[in-house]
């Protein structure tokens, strides 16, 4: 049940990396092509990741636990499948800066970095105490 | 600041009679009262002088004190240019100036620090530029700044404005001056020269002078030597050097009856049509033989003003406003003239059809002339010719009507200074005020949409005029380049919502403009914070400070920045021309490079399989090129290649010293290089003779080629290859399906689809090979321009990607074939002209920038968004447009203006790095019908079809039409529930939205938007390529073309343009119900033309015009009007080729008999009409009045 820890870590790694970049992007500190370059590579690692960690929540029977991530693991999932053919990724450099999207990305990496602190919380409080019964 | 303001015994009298002067032009109506007002009030009467022109000038005489307040804010905006724009022959101007100096000294002793602040150094400066003949103040204007010791002056917001007006006012003149010189001879133009000194402001159009102008510029360059750019009236008294000041010198030739009618051409641009339409008192003639007297008139009023009672004074003040005026055109005649408001003078004289002097009167144009006449018979002792200057000078001469009194001035300065101040606090509230009272006469007016069945203008749509004082109006950027959806800016989000209309800003920033001020300056002031390049709507602090309009900033001026060259003159930062032109290029230092300039690189893409030999455009392109050759923009390190394609790649080398050009192919496309890295891009001058063989040869090169596939992606990727060091432009002539390589395309049109009702697929790219490929051109300042020339499915939406993110153009061209489809092969002939010889930009980034509290949030176009608000367009052209679409983050209570600056910095193909800034400044409101009276409609409709066509691609075709509909059902509602007094069972819009949901439901039949009819998907798709990247002017044509009928036209109502006579017959509706037998008909759909013929047309007509003697003879594909002479051949001609010449296109004209295949064409642009598949006009406000209702 480690490896849980680990790859929740590295989920929020992922994400955290989401917000920077896009801090960056909004002060101008890169522009948009590196910037989504940047970030278009992490997002199939975010994907498995979370999937993964989903799928051990079942199998190791953290039902509430399983049921909190599904719902976020369907739509990282869904999100990537429904990029339309003609884009670069779930990030595109043509599209960042148009109808709010540097926004509303910012803000769902925001949202998915609170998620994933607290389910890892819940995760490792919970832990100790199922491994000490099991033990 | 107000409160604190202490007038003179003596003027505080005086005051009170010009508050309400200016009561009359603020035009507000009863609303005043509040005594703090009054203070206000007095302190900007003087503003409200100048800002007479404004929409008030009918305004009821009864308006209270408030109403002064409101003309403050209005004055405070606009109080420079109109006085400064013309002298007086009889010294009014020349008097104003002295008294300046006298009164700027005083003035200035007696202010206060917080009064200096209103007080603009630019006010004396106006008033210097006068030479005074009267007074005999030989005062050279260099000396007398230096006298008059500005440094106590911090001119407030307003004042800042005011003064910038006054330069803008300039910039109008010239331009519209080139317009002038181009249409009459005989109208007097302002030559503009270059001061070699520091920095050079060069004017790129030097207007024509006339005879009388030449010997005035003779004179004042003669005093001043390379002085700039200064308009000389018939003014004989150039000799002074007082001239400086004043740039330009507007013309005031009486003479303008021909003036006049040209003016209406150069008109037509200016905002000035309500102007016109609320001026149609012609008092210009009483005013123009009366110059002089004018001015005496001018005092006169004054005292009557004094005299009367409140009501009184208002009329005479307003009589004032536009005497000063005329004094200061009539004051051309003493020689230097403050230039400023003369050009927008011009403009407005046309609009009205007066003579000069009209002009002047136009931007007073509310005054009523009878009170003219009173004024004008009093004597005027000084110039009130000086804008800047002018509102002091009133104030002050009112006590003393003959003589200038230094005291006077004092106290007209004084109350500047406490204007200014004021003038922030209230403008918000006044403007408010005013725009209501000014509008809602017009733009407010409700309109029962199912009831007025004939709401289509005589002419064009006019575009509304910003509700702003007449100086800053004057000083604003031209509505051809730069337009907003609402003209009043709401102050808050939520009330921009309860509009629900867009916000947003529609630009055309490299419009080819006939007159634009160049300046060269070692430094380019620019605010230390947003970084916003100094305009006309700053405001000085005081000489050395300046106020930035967008961040607030105070910043300092520059030393360098202290002397005009214009005028040679020192401590006048506000008379430079960047602070008096809305509109201007700088000529960029290496701190704007990263590199070295490019050169201009040319590189041909030919696609050369079967399909394209076929099409034979091949023939067309290289007889184009040859020639076109030496129009190319450039210069001598001007660089040119080809690359033609099927399924292998083809160079060509083309190094000087060969005997012949030399082919080399790559056939290995799936890893595609350049053989000859070196030669391949050929410097044009030195080559030429080869680069002439090969084009002579291409066109029979692959005659017998069988060669079906086309491999353009790898064509490309060389191409990237060959232009990534240099960057330039990439020219890409396709002609079907890419069949290989990277960058295949498959067929995704379902022609069984093409009328589907529901949902249209494919609107999307279907790789993102070509956008990544646009992204690596676009960051190695390499546009891709796409000419697609297919008769079958070519997947535009893919294609489109490698123009559309490159800020390249594309063009398209169905079912093209040299011979078959004539139309489609001139067409291209004519573009490709305009193409190859259009100015160019290179490596170039735009930057929009708002004032505080207002954010762009999408941009529509193409190029390539770089960060927040860096557009960065490898090329940029004449004929590209842009919008942006903006939010309101903060409230804007706080102001009463907003601005916007798109700064454009390219690279010439002269290899010079430049600057174009265009501002535009308007006004905010709080109230929603002021939202309403503001809006631009056909800005309105533009912007939404950016949105559609983005919500279609990203959503899908029903939803775009679906928000379509909304955006007019939601818009009017939220009308009809503002105005409670109007029955629900109506359709009512205001007068500004008239037109709202005609253009909606020609968007709607709009090839781009339609369903239900049959189109074909690249056709779709190239209608939302244009919609995109389409300027407003353009993409109106294209929404809702122009129907003329051509068989009757007369001479009546005619206008004359370089000397022929070009009728304008009214616009029809677009319906069939105008169309008749017995008529023709042109339609003017912007790429082209219709020219629809009657069955039973007049023979004659037919004989004349189209050189058949019948009907029946007239052929099928006939494209051209033979010359013909006869008097209706001769004006179809030239109407048509003034419809030609008002756009960089020159559209095909298509004649259309009844059994013509293209009728189709011709008859599915009558949008008012019932089809198959969609709502008639009245239907459609049918069923919008239903969902109102819901």
């Known amino acids: 049940y480690i490896p849980q820890v680990y790859i929740y870590i590295c989920v929020c790694v992922c994400v955290c990396i989401y917000i920077i970049t896009l801090s960056d992007l909004e002060c101008d500190y890169i522009n948009a092509r590196s910037c989504c370059s940047k970030l278009n590579k992490w997002v199939v690692p975010e994907v498995i990741g979370h999937a993964v960690v989903t799928v051990l929540m079942l199998i190791s029977l953290h039902w509430f636990i399983f049921l909190l991530n599904l719902p976020v693991a369907t739509w990282n999932i869904y999100r990537y499948i429904m990029v339309p053919s003609g884009n670069m990724g779930v990030f595109d450099p043509t599209e960042i800066h148009n109808r709010g999207q540097l926004k509303s990305h910012m803000k769902e990496a925001m949202i998915k970095l609170g998620f994933h602190l607290l389910c890892f919380f819940m995760y490792l409080y919970s832990c100790p105490s199922w491994m000490t019964l099991t033990t | 600041m107000q409160s604190q303001m202490q007038f003179p015994s003596g003027y505080g009298s005086h005051l009170p009679n010009y508050s309400a002067p200016s009561g009359h032009y603020s035009q507000v109506p009863n609303k005043a009262a509040a005594s703090h007002l009054e203070n206000q009030y007095r302190a900007s009467y003087y503003p409200g002088y100048y800002s007479a022109p404004a929409p008030n000038a009918m305004a009821p005489v009864g308006s209270s004190v408030l109403n002064a307040q409101e003309s403050h804010q209005l004055y405070n905006n606009a109080p420079p240019h109109s006085g400064g724009s013309s002298d007086r022959p009889v010294q009014g101007a020349v008097s104003s100036a002295s008294y300046l100096h006298v009164s700027a000294q005083q003035s200035y002793s007696a202010f206060d620090n917080h009064y200096s602040t209103s007080v603009s150094s630019s006010v004396a400066s106006q008033g210097f530029p006068l030479n005074s003949d009267h007074y005999a103040m030989p005062v050279v204007s260099g000396a007398m700044y230096p006298n008059v010791s500005y440094p106590p002056v911090a001119a407030g917001g307003v004042y800042g404005q005011t003064f910038t007006s006054q330069s803008l006012p300039a910039v109008g003149q010239f331009k519209e001056t080139n317009a002038f010189s181009s249409q009459s001879t005989s109208v007097p133009h302002s030559v503009q020269q270059h001061v070699p000194v520091g920095y050079n402001t060069t004017l790129s159009t030097v207007s024509s002078a006339q005879a009388v102008q030449d010997n005035l510029s003779r004179n004042l360059t003669g005093s001043v030597p390379k002085v700039n750019n200064q308009i000389h009236t018939g003014g004989i008294d150039s000799s002074q050097p007082v001239h400086s000041v004043s740039q330009n010198v507007p013309f005031s030739k009486p003479g303008a009856g021909t003036s006049a009618a040209s003016a209406a051409m150069s008109s037509v641009r200016s905002p000035a049509p309500s102007l016109s339409s609320k001026a149609p008192s012609s008092p210009s003639a009483t005013q123009s033989p009366e110059l002089p007297l004018q001015e005496g008139m001018q005092y006169g009023g004054y005292v009557n003003n004094q005299a009367s009672s409140a009501p009184a004074p208002l009329s005479s003040s307003s009589d004032d406003e536009e005497e000063d005026e005329e004094d200061e055109e009539a004051a051309l005649d003493s020689s230097s003239t403050t230039s400023s408001a003369s050009p927008v003078l011009n403009n407005y004289d046309a609009l009205e059809g007066g003579g000069y002097p009209e002009t002047r009167s136009v931007t007073s144009s509310p005054v009523p002339s009878p009170s003219v006449l009173q004024t004008s018979k009093a004597s005027k002792p000084f110039g009130y010719g000086y804008p800047a200057l002018q509102p002091g000078y009133q104030n002050a001469t009112p006590p003393t009507p003959v003589q200038p009194s230094n005291p006077g001035h004092h106290s007209g300065f004084q109350h500047y200074a406490q204007q200014y101040p004021g003038v922030n606090q209230l403008s918000s509230s006044l403007g408010g005020l005013s725009l209501q009272h000014s509008q809602q006469p017009e733009s407010l007016r409700p309109v029962n949409l199912t009831h007025d069945r004939n709401i289509l203008p005589v002419s064009s749509v006019p575009a509304p005029v910003p509700n702003l004082n007449s100086d800053l109006r004057k000083l604003n950027c031209s509505p051809d380049s730069f337009r907003c959806t609402l003209t009043n800016i709401p102050q808050t989000q939520a009330l921009l919502n309860k509009a629900k209309l867009p916000l947003g800003l529609l630009l055309h920033p490299f419009r080819d403009l006939t007159q634009l001020p160049v300046i060269t300056s070692s430094t380019i002031v620019r605010c230390r914070s947003c970084r916003t390049y100094i305009n006309p709507f700053v405001s000085f602090i005081d000489q050395r400070r300046w106020k930035c309009n967008l961040c607030y900033r105070v910043n300092d001026v520059p030393e360098e920045f202290m002397y005009n060259p214009l005028t040679r003159s020192y401590g006048e930062p506000h008379k430079r021309p960047e602070v008096q032109n809305s509109t201007v290029e700088f000529i960029a230092s290496s701190d704007y490079m990263l590199r070295p300039p490019q050169p201009a690189v040319y590189l041909f893409v030919l696609d050369v399989s079967h399909n394209a030999v076929e099409a034979g455009y091949l023939t067309i392109l290289c007889q184009s090129l040859l020639e076109n050759l030496d129009k190319l923009p450039g210069d001598?390190?001007?660089?040119?290649?080809?690359?033609?394609?099927?399924?292998?790649?083809?160079?060509?080398?083309?190094?000087?010293?060969?005997?012949?050009?030399?082919?080399?192919?790559?056939?290995?496309?799936?890893?595609?290089?350049?053989?000859?890295?070196?030669?391949?891009?050929?410097?044009?001058?030195?080559?030429?003779?080869?680069?002439?063989?090969?084009?002579?040869?291409?066109?029979?090169?692959?005659?017998?080629?069988?060669?079906?596939?086309?491999?353009?992606?790898?064509?490309?990727?060389?191409?990237?290859?060959?232009?990534?060091?240099?960057?330039?432009?990439?020219?890409?002539?396709?002609?079907?399906?890419?069949?290989?390589?990277?960058?295949?395309?498959?067929?995704?049109?379902?022609?069984?689809?093409?009328?589907?009702?529901?949902?249209?697929?494919?609107?999307?790219?279907?790789?993102?090979?070509?956008?990544?490929?646009?992204?690596?051109?676009?960051?190695?300042?390499?546009?891709?321009?796409?000419?697609?020339?297919?008769?079958?499915?070519?997947?535009?939406?893919?294609?489109?990607?490698?123009?559309?993110?490159?800020?390249?153009?594309?063009?398209?061209?169905?079912?093209?074939?040299?011979?078959?489809?004539?139309?489609?092969?001139?067409?291209?002939?004519?573009?490709?002209?305009?193409?190859?010889?259009?100015?160019?930009?290179?490596?170039?980034?735009?930057?929009?920038?708002?004032?505080?509290?207002?954010?762009?949030?999408?941009?529509?176009?193409?190029?390539?968004?770089?960060?927040?608000?860096?557009?960065?367009?490898?090329?940029?052209?004449?004929?590209?447009?842009?919008?942006?679409?903006?939010?309101?983050?903060?409230?804007?209570?706080?102001?009463?203006?907003?601005?916007?600056?798109?700064?454009?910095?390219?690279?010439?193909?002269?290899?010079?790095?430049?600057?174009?800034?265009?501002?535009?400044?308007?006004?905010?409101?709080?109230?929603?019908?002021?939202?309403?009276?503001?809006?631009?409609?056909?800005?309105?409709?533009?912007?939404?079809?950016?949105?559609?066509?983005?919500?279609?691609?990203?959503?899908?075709?029903?939803?775009?039409?679906?928000?379509?509909?909304?955006?007019?059902?939601?818009?009017?509602?939220?009308?009809?529930?503002?105005?409670?007094?109007?029955?629900?069972?109506?359709?009512?819009?205001?007068?500004?939205?008239?037109?709202?949901?005609?253009?909606?439901?020609?968007?709607?039949?709009?090839?781009?938007?339609?369903?239900?009819?049959?189109?074909?998907?690249?056709?779709?798709?190239?209608?939302?390529?244009?919609?995109?990247?389409?300027?407003?002017?353009?993409?109106?044509?294209?929404?809702?073309?122009?129907?003329?009928?051509?068989?009757?036209?007369?001479?009546?109502?005619?206008?004359?343009?370089?000397?022929?006579?070009?009728?304008?017959?009214?616009?029809?509706?677009?319906?069939?119900?105008?169309?008749?037998?017995?008529?023709?008909?042109?339609?003017?759909?912007?790429?082209?033309?219709?020219?629809?013929?009657?069955?039973?047309?007049?023979?004659?007509?037919?004989?004349?015009?189209?050189?058949?003697?019948?009907?029946?003879?007239?052929?099928?594909?006939?494209?051209?009007?033979?010359?013909?002479?006869?008097?209706?051949?001769?004006?179809?001609?030239?109407?048509?080729?003034?419809?030609?010449?008002?756009?960089?296109?020159?559209?095909?004209?298509?004649?259309?008999?009844?059994?013509?295949?293209?009728?189709?064409?011709?008859?599915?642009?009558?949008?008012?009409?019932?089809?198959?598949?969609?709502?008639?006009?009245?239907?459609?406000?049918?069923?919008?009045?239903?969902?109102?209702?819901?």
């Open chain 2, 636 to 1190: 001598s390190r001007t660089r040119i290649g080809f690359i033609t394609f099927d399924s292998t790649v083809q160079f060509y080398n083309l190094q000087e010293g060969l005997s012949q050009p030399q082919m080399l192919i790559v056939s290995d496309i799936d890893d595609i290089f350049l053989p000859t890295p070196d030669s391949l891009l050929v410097n044009l001058h030195e080559s030429k003779e080869l680069i002439k063989d090969l084009l002579n040869a291409l066109p029979n090169m692959f005659t017998n080629t069988r060669e079906t596939h086309s491999a353009l992606g790898p064509a490309l990727q060389a191409a990237f290859k060959l232009m990534s060091p240099t960057g330039g432009r990439i020219s890409v002539f396709q002609t079907q399906l890419p069949s290989l390589g990277a960058g295949l395309l498959h067929s995704r049109e379902d022609p069984n689809q093409r009328s589907s009702t529901k949902v249209v697929q494919h609107l999307g790219p279907a790789t993102d090979f070509y956008k990544k490929l646009a992204l690596d051109c676009s960051g190695q300042q390499t546009a891709v321009d796409l000419f697609l020339l297919s008769s079958q499915y070519s997947d535009l939406a893919s294609l489109a990607c490698m123009s559309k993110y490159s800020a390249g153009c594309i063009y398209y061209y169905p079912s093209f074939h040299r011979s078959h489809n004539p139309a489609q092969a001139e067409k291209l002939q004519k573009d490709l002209k305009r193409y190859l010889t259009r100015k160019i930009g290179f490596e170039a980034v735009m930057r929009i920038r708002c004032t505080k509290g207002l954010s762009i949030h999408t941009f529509h176009g193409n190029f390539f968004v770089r960060s927040t608000d860096l557009l960065s367009l490898a090329n940029v052209n004449p004929d590209a447009g842009f919008a942006v679409q903006m939010s309101i983050e903060e409230s804007l209570t706080d102001t009463s203006l907003v601005c916007f600056q798109t700064a454009l910095l390219y690279t010439s193909s002269k290899g010079e790095r430049r600057i174009r800034v265009h501002t535009l400044c308007l006004p905010v409101v709080s109230s929603l019908p002021d939202v309403y009276a503001g809006a631009d409609v056909q800005a309105v409709v533009c912007l939404l079809a950016n949105m559609a066509v983005d919500r279609s691609v990203s959503s899908s075709l029903a939803d775009a039409r679906d928000a379509l509909v909304n955006a007019v059902v939601d818009s009017l509602a939220a009308y009809m529930s503002t105005a409670s007094n109007l029955q629900q069972s109506m359709l009512i819009a205001p007068n500004s939205l008239k037109l709202f949901p005609l253009y909606i439901l020609a968007l709607l039949k709009q090839k781009a938007f339609r369903t239900g009819t049959s189109t074909r998907l690249d056709d779709r798709v190239y209608a939302m390529c244009q919609m995109k990247s389409q300027p407003l002017v353009h993409l109106m044509k294209m929404i809702h073309p122009n129907l003329y009928r051509i068989d009757k036209l007369t001479d009546e109502s005619t206008i004359h343009v370089n000397d022929r006579v070009v009728p304008q017959p009214p616009l029809q509706k677009l319906s069939a119900e105008k169309l008749t037998r017995e008529g023709a008909f042109l339609m003017d759909c912007g790429s082209i033309f219709y020219l629809w013929i009657g069955k039973n047309c007049d023979n004659n007509f037919i004989k004349d015009v189209l050189g058949y003697p019948n009907y029946a003879s007239v052929p099928q594909k006939m494209t051209q009007l033979p010359e013909v002479d006869a008097p209706s051949s001769e004006r179809t001609r030239s109407f048509i080729s003034w419809l030609r010449d008002s756009r960089p296109l020159s559209p095909v004209l298509q004649v259309i008999k009844d059994e013509n295949p293209a009728k189709t064409d011709f008859f599915q642009h009558l949008i008012e009409d019932r089809t198959e598949a969609a709502f008639s006009y009245y239907e459609f406000l049918l069923n919008i009045q239903q969902q109102i209702c819901k």
